[in-house]
């Protein structure tokens, strides 16, 4: 089990950044591939972007944040970060991240392990 807690949203106009923070508790955060998730009010969760466990081997986004969006982690810091660059009115949501032992995946429902969610608001 690991314990994450995210950080680093907030309001933001269109075109703006923000940079989400994920820290984990444990040791074993690098056994652990890391996913971002969003949920808009009225919608269910979504895919935003996943990193394995170096960070080095695989990289998923999802097509809408593909080339805004940077997923990052430092495992020697139990961390892992959600840059947001260009962001727009569709970006708001509550962002969520997630561990998911072991290897990297899309899918909400293969993680285990959430955080409490952090809110993202991009005002046009």
């Known amino acids: 089990q690991v314990q994450l807690v995210e950080s680093g949203g907030g309001l933001v106009q269109a075109g703006g950044s923000l940079r989400l923070s994920c820290a984990a508790s444990g040791r074993t955060f690098s056994s652990y591939a890391m996913g971002w998730f969003r949920q808009a009010p009225g919608k269910e969760r979504e895919f935003v972007a996943a990193?394995?466990?170096?960070?080095?081997?695989?990289?998923y986004y999802a097509d809408s944040v593909k080339g805004r969006f940077i997923i990052s982690r430092d495992n020697d810091k139990n961390t892992v970060y959600l840059q947001m660059n260009s962001l727009k009115p569709e970006d708001t949501a509550v962002y969520y991240c997630?561990?998911?032992?072991?290897?990297?995946?899309?899918?909400?429902?293969?993680?285990?392990?959430w955080g409490q969610g952090t809110q993202v608001t991009v005002s046009s």
């Open positions: 997630a561990a998911r032992y072991w290897s990297i995946d899309k899918m909400s429902g293969e993680y285990k392990n």
């Open positions: 990193i394995s466990r170096s960070g080095g081997a695989s990289i």
